[in-house]
């Protein structure tokens, strides 16, 4: 198991359950990352000691600066501070950053050779090729949190070839409106949109779960991560969120993985791969459950995971663009600004729009979220 770590958007929903896996392993935490919740990474500083801690918003981190002045961790800060705690070459770094704002510190924490345990999606969506070309040339794995990309690469362990995957099957627990109608949806409050039935997430995934976008997103990261064509990815609604994904083979036979809903699971396995150890996590009781379904998404009402499929066809920076539409649409939905539907709307625009669909460089991709994000405000001010 790796002993150094340092984590990413610790004050987060992944961030603090990566703390719970390191407290129970005995990790050395080396750093820590905020964006502003400094009363949180204050208590998390006392505990775990870390050498170096960020606060990505400035005025938060010269007031952290004069609370922990009595301990020995080093306080950054800026944008630039986050990124030099992803770059201290720690054994693994676990990025929980929500956001295009984890894609720099992903690429910072690879070219300083550290494992990656990546929960940051986004980091695979908007810089997919840019990022798991770097991770190839500096033989960095990044090893995926998210759940159903956990679910895939456990059930890959023992595949020989990558020819015989026929398909990747990504579960989705359909979120908090699944059955309903466009109209039934029509004025649906932040408070229904936030009330996930299985997890409990930061508020921008929560809002990307009752969309379906995340699993939009998802399909784009498991493209990457598995370097696997958009037709091999299939998604199944799963209400239970006990499967957590399966991968058929080409002899049709089908390996899941299984457990009760719990990122600690995830979580864990990234750090401690191949190995396994004891986790805080309870026993899976099929029996409690009696009954699993799994049913197909309703691409007619949900679609923006077709979007997000299109953008993977297109290639180039749509994944990035659709992304910034989400991100910024998903901002406004959060601030009352904009009304639900309004946030596949969005990311529809951004398919729509001209964009290089060839190779890339990091400014691209920068430039075109910040540009998306400039086009998506437009549409609703
Ligand atoms: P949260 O909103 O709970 O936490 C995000 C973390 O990132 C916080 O520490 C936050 O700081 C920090 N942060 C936010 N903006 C910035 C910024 N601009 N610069 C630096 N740090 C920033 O999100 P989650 O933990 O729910 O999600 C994190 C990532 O993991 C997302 O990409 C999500 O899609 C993915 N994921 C999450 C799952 C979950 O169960 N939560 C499951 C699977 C994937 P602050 O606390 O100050 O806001
Ligand atoms: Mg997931």
């Known amino acids: 198991m790796i002993k150094s770590l340092s984590v990413l958007g610790a004050t987060g929903s992944i961030g603090v359950q990566a703390l719970e896996v390191a407290r129970l392993h005995n990790l050395d935490v080396v750093a820590l990352t905020t964006n502003t919740r400094i009363d949180l990474l204050e208590n998390q500083i006392r505990e775990f000691k870390p050498k170096y801690a960020a606060v990505a918003d400035e005025k938060a981190a010269a007031e952290l600066k004069i609370k922990v002045g009595d301990t020995g961790t080093k306080i950054l800060s800026g944008k630039e501070g986050v990124k030099e705690c992803a770059a201290l070459g720690t054994e693994a770094v676990l990025n929980g950053i929500v956001g295009i704002a984890g894609l720099e510190p992903t690429i910072a ?3 300083a050779g550290s494992k990656i345990a990546l929960a940051n999606k986004e980091t695979l969506v908007a810089g997919g090729n840019l990022v798991t070309g770097l991770a190839k040339e500096k033989n960095v794995p990044i090893l995926p949190v998210d759940s159903e ?13 990558h020819s015989q995957i026929k398909k990747l099957i990504l579960t989705a627990s359909g979120g908090p409106f699944y059955g309903k109608t466009k109209e039934e949806l029509k004025n649906v409050s932040l408070e229904a949109a936030l009330n996930h039935p299985n997890w409990a997430m930061g508020a921008k995934i929560t809002i990307d779960s009752a969309t379906m976008m995340n699993k939009g997103l998802e399909l784009i990261e498991a493209a990457w991560l598995f370097d696997m064509t958009p037709d091999k990815i299939d998604i199944l609604v799963h209400r239970q969120s006990v499967v957590h994904s399966l991968v ?10 299984l457990g009760v809903p719990d990122m600690r699971i995830p979580i864990q396995y990234a750090l401690t791969y191949p190995d396994r150890f004891i986790s805080p996590v309870k026993e899976l009781d099929l029996a409690e459950y009696a009954t699993l379904t799994f049913d197909r998404p309703d691409y007619d009402t949900f679609k923006c995971i077709n979007y997000c499929r299109k953008a993977l066809e297109k290639g180039g920076l749509y994944p ?8 910024k649409a998903n901002e406004l939905f959060r601030k009352g600004k904009i009304g639900f539907w309004d946030i596949p709307d969005s990311v529809e625009k951004a398919l729509e729009s001209t964009i290089n669909s060839g190779t890339y460089t990091l400014d691209d991709v920068l430039l075109t979220d910040r540009e998306i994000r400039k086009q998506t405000e437009a549409m609703w001010s």
């Open 320 to 327: 990035a663009a659709v992304n910034a539409a989400n991100e």
């Open 109 to 111: 924490a690879i070219n």
């Open 248 to 257: 058929e083979y080409s002899d049709n036979s089908v390996i899941a993985q």
């Open 149 to 161: 990309h956990s679910a895939i690469f456990q059930s890959l362990q023992g595949c020989p070839e």
